[in-house]
């Protein structure tokens, strides 16, 4: 079954609102999370990497005041979309793992109308 | 430079025939790990298989197998017996050290197609 869950699946939204997405792990503690970003028919990008009790580390390019991630468990990681325009429509994945395999959650797709 | 370079765009296979996925990496640290991941249409990411630098063995999974050329920097996903099913993205990505905490990086994938 899915070791990574995240909600939700879908949205859509205006221009101007937030959106917050939950990443969570289901049966194990992940102090490390991570979020990428997917456009059509590309490959992942990573964003940012979340870390359980202190700050996010963001990519070069990645604007840490529009993605505003919150590591505020073991097990759950949020990214909030701040202000969210037609650009941010995106897929948006995230990742926790221990030790070898990384699992992924099935992916959030954004749609700013 | 990029680090992992997957150079087929796109492949096409018969049903049952096997068919080979490219994959070269690079990285300085001796420390590291290759996945390959599977996305159908629906967007999940379906982990397939790992192998880790210090593994001695090419890892098997089912179906999947990985071809592990160290000195080649190659980690090429070999997939058996394909099935319709098997149509989808498939990226192969690295993790470098040893820590679990460092991200995944991924090649820009390779598209199956299964032909019946």
């Known amino acids: 079954g899915a070791v990574v869950s995240q909600h939700p699946s879908r949205v859509i939204c205006k221009s101007g609102t937030s959106v917050k997405i939950e990443c969570r792990s289901l049966d194990f503690q992940a102090t490390t999370m991570f979020w990428y970003r997917q456009f059509p028919k590309k490959s992942l990008m990573l964003m940012a990497t979340?870390?359980?009790?202190?700050?996010?580390?963001?990519e070069q390019g990645v604007e840490k005041d529009k993605f505003l991630i919150n590591h505020a468990s073991l097990t759950l990681s949020t990214l909030t979309v701040t202000s969210a325009h037609p650009e941010d429509s995106s897929f948006y994945i995230c990742?926790?793992?221990?030790?070898?395999?990384?699992?992924f959650g099935p992916g959030t797709r954004l749609t700013v109308l | 430079a990029q680090k992992i370079t997957q150079t087929q765009p796109g492949m096409f296979v018969q049903e049952k025939e096997a068919v080979t996925l490219d994959c070269t990496y690079d990285t300085s640290d001796p420390s590291y790990g290759l996945f390959w991941y599977k996305q159908p249409s629906s967007g999940e990411m379906i982990f397939l298989i790992y192998?880790?630098?210090?593994?001695?063995q090419n890892a098997t999974e089912g179906r999947y197998s990985l071809n592990f050329q160290k000195a080649r920097k190659s980690a090429n996903l070999v997939i058996s017996a394909s099935q319709l099913g098997d149509s989808a993205m498939y990226f192969c990505a690295m993790r470098e050290g040893r820590r679990g905490n460092t991200p995944l990086v991924f090649g820009k994938g390779t598209r199956l197609s299964v032909i019946a």
């Open positions: 192998q880790g630098s210090y593994d001695q």
């Open positions: 979340s870390n359980e009790g202190s700050k996010a580390t963001y």
């Open positions: 990742s926790a793992g221990h030790g070898g395999p990384r699992f």
